[in-house]
């Protein structure tokens, strides 16, 4: 039996901030054949830790772009999710495009050999021609656990075939209910020591008929004062069913990061506003 599910540890190195990324495969997600549900997934389970994700790609099942898009994310030092691709049809290609990239080659991994063929007996239900490990059918299956030379598997509780991690990314399969709990497994058996490092916060008011190039000069300043707050500028063309402040052309204007930082740079940023001869409206008493 294999223990899949043991608690398992890597040294992560001690810097003061991680970026996590996700790298969406798939043609029938660019073809609009089907929504990605891998982005909004990955965004919740961060921030239910205490992170957040700083960057997504989309990848066309094409193995020049996936090595391509592999060797760059490898490079980063990020943190990396990859979805889709690690199937055994022919247009799964991202394990071996995760080994071009790393300039290794797969193997198949004994942990992944096992669970596969455990997985094999359990759906022949008895059926010794479809139990026979030595079939074609099921000498293929064995390529779902030909992983780079040097993987780690992540356990698969929905039907048990594993995906695999190497150089701290994490490749799931494209299947939404596969893929978010394994994507939740490896940051809780992995990333622990970065949960709720920080008490982020986020703050933020509407500014009518706002124009975003009269307000940049003031977003700037704001950012050189305070590191380590960002601010943030969302513009709209009004939405009249809203009523209100929200009815005409407006901006959403406000800052994020560490709250014991935002006071200082929250109150700069309302009468820096106000001094260029706009009226605030505060979100919460608008809505």
């Not at 990396?80 to 290609?93: E, L, N, Q, R, Y």
């Not at 096992?114 to 997985?119: D, Q, S, T």
């Not at 063309?237 to 990061?257: F, N, Q, T, W």
């Not at 109150?267 to 605030?280: H, K, M, N, Q």
Request: with cysteine; hydrophobic share 40%.
């Amino acid at each position: 039996m294999v223990e899949a599910s043991k608690q398992v540890s890597i040294d992560v190195p001690e810097v003061k901030a991680r970026r996590f990324g996700l790298i969406v495969i798939g043609d029938e997600i660019l073809s609009g054949r089907r929504q990605d549900k891998h982005l909004s997934k990955l965004i919740e389970l961060l921030n239910e830790r205490g992170l957040s994700l700083s960057w997504a790609k989309y990848v066309a099942d094409d193995p020049d772009q996936i090595t391509a898009t592999l060797k760059d994310s490898f490079a980063s030092g990020d943190v990396v999710f990859s979805t889709g691709g690690i199937g055994a049809t022919p247009d799964d290609h991202t394990r071996h495009c995760a080994a071009l990239a790393l300039g290794t080659k797969t193997e198949l991994h004994p942990t992944a050999q096992e669970l596969i063929a455990g997985r094999i007996q359990t759906m022949a239900e008895g059926d010794l021609a479809k139990a026979d490990l030595s079939t074609p059918e099921n000498q293929h299956r064995f390529k779902m656990g030909e992983f780079p030379i040097g993987s780690d598997i992540i356990p698969n509780p929905y039907n048990q075939i594993p995906g695999f991690s190497i150089r701290e990314h994490y490749f799931v399969p494209g299947f939404p209910v596969m893929a978010a709990p394994m994507m939740a497994w490896c940051l809780d058996n992995y990333y622990q020591n970065l949960f709720h490092r920080e008490n982020s916060a986020e703050q933020s008011f509407i500014v009518p008929k706002g124009i975003e190039s009269t307000l940049t000069p003031l977003m700037e300043r704001i950012e050189s004062d305070f590191p380590g707050v960002k601010v943030f500028s969302l513009p709209s063309v009004g939405d009249p069913s809203r009523g209100g402040v929200y009815a005409e052309r407006h901006i959403e204007l406000g800052i994020k990061g560490n709250a014991n930082l935002l006071e200082s740079a929250w109150f700069a940023l309302r009468t820096g506003t106000e001094a260029l001869g706009y009226v605030i409206h505060d979100i919460s008493k608008s809505k």
